[in-house]
């Protein structure tokens, strides 16, 4: 079955401090992939994607994500990460073509001064 | 552009009582989908709609919930009657195709629902 895991629940870290959010996905054939991110009460909002070619996606917000088909990887990264980062980010995975999105478990990221 | 409108935001029923949400899509989206995103979970796709009709409503408990999209516009999601293990948000999205060909899904606020 098609499945998209984030292994780590919550993560804390330090404000100006760097950032990876980890998600691997299980497809037949690589899917198109999603990072949203998730503030309390609000709805989901895309930071990046990834349906082909160049493997080093930039995004919003200062985010990037790497496509690694070897490791059937699609982790996020941030180099600096600000207060305001604090949310709920969600790697999603899809068909190619207008299907719908599995979603992993989410990552909770909490930021400290 | 105006985004994914959703209503309520929030609503508090009894178990076996009904309740209805209401989702508009971004205006021209022909593709409507309802996610059910219980806490601690990501969202999981309840139905999806292209234009008026059903494309996959396969995760869909039909023996309580049901969704339309009569116009091909406004959707309505139903459940009836709600049970505990309902309590969630229902995320509305609706998607366009990219100047790439490739398509990206919009998500409305939400309406999280407390059965009690």
């Known amino acids: 079955a098609q499945s998209v895991t984030q292994p780590d629940i919550h993560i804390t870290v330090s404000e100006g401090a760097s950032l990876e959010l980890r998600c691997n996905y299980s497809?037949?054939?690589?899917?198109?992939l999603f990072w949203y991110v998730q503030s309390p009460g609000q709805g989901l909002q895309l930071l990046l994607k990834?349906?082909?070619?160049?493997?080093l996606v930039q995004g919003i917000k200062g985010f990037e994500a790497e496509f690694k088909r070897s490791q059937s990887s699609f982790n996020l990264r941030k180099p600096s990460v600000h207060w305001s980062d604090a949310a709920e980010y969600f790697c999603a995975a899809s068909n190619s073509g207008n299907t719908p999105l599995v979603f992993g478990k989410g990552t909770r990221l909490s930021v400290i001064a | 552009e105006a985004g994914v409108a959703q209503s309520p935001r929030y609503k508090i029923i009894e178990k076996r009582q009904s309740v209805a949400f209401w989702c508009n899509p971004i205006?021209?989206?022909?593709?409507l989908y309802w996610y059910q995103q219980i806490l601690g979970q990501g969202p999981k796709l309840l139905i999806q709609?292209?234009?008026?009709?059903?494309?996959?409503d396969s995760q869909l408990p039909k023996d309580r919930f049901s969704a339309e999209r009569l116009k091909g516009v406004d959707s309505t999601l139903k459940i009836q009657p709600a049970k505990l293990e309902d309590s969630a948000v229902y995320l509305c999205?609706?998607?366009?195709?990219?100047?790439?060909?490739?398509?990206?899904?919009?998500f409305g606020p939400g309406t999280r629902l407390t059965v009690t």
């Open positions: 497809y037949g054939a690589t899917p198109y």
């Open positions: 990834y349906f082909s070619g160049d493997t």
């Open positions: 999205a609706s998607s366009s195709r990219t100047t790439g060909g490739k398509y990206e899904q919009y």
């Open positions: 709609f292209q234009n008026n009709g059903v494309v996959d």
């Open positions: 205006s021209g989206h022909a593709t």
